[in-house]
């Protein structure tokens, strides 16, 4: 059995969040009586994008956790670059909600992960790294 401790725990971390950034949907959408859409409401409108974000990148940042240290193993590097990449999308989450240092320390540690994560799967393919 293959165990990769910093991927599931980085998923873990990531189902939490994910919960976390619905949860405060919800709670936009029973304060406001908004069942469906976003009826105009910047702020569920902020939240819902917060969420969709965090879907969007959080799948190819898993992926890649998961393939570098399939090649690589767990080392100190990838529990740095996950524990980086899940305060990032906190700190989005609320950047979301007018936080502006927030939003773009998120979007910066997003970015620079995946990248980070992108390149440093590329080097081990091709015995670079």
Known sequence: MILLPVT???A???AFINFWLGLRVARIRTAEKISVGDGGN??????????LNF????????ILLGLVELARGSNLYLWIVALVYVIGRVLHGFGMDG?????????????????????????????VA
Request: glycine residues 8%; hydrophobic residues 55%.
């Open 12 to 14: 873990a971390a990531a």
């Open 99 to 127: 936080v502006r240092a927030g939003r773009e320390i998120g979007t910066a540690t997003t970015m620079l992960t995946m990248i980070g994560l992108a390149v440093y799967a590329a080097l081990i393919t091709y015995g």
């Open 55 to 62: 879907a969007e990148y959080t799948p190819i940042v898993l």
């Open 8 to 10: 599931l725990t980085a």
């Open 42 to 51: 910047l702020r569920l409108i902020a939240r819902m994008r917060a969420q």
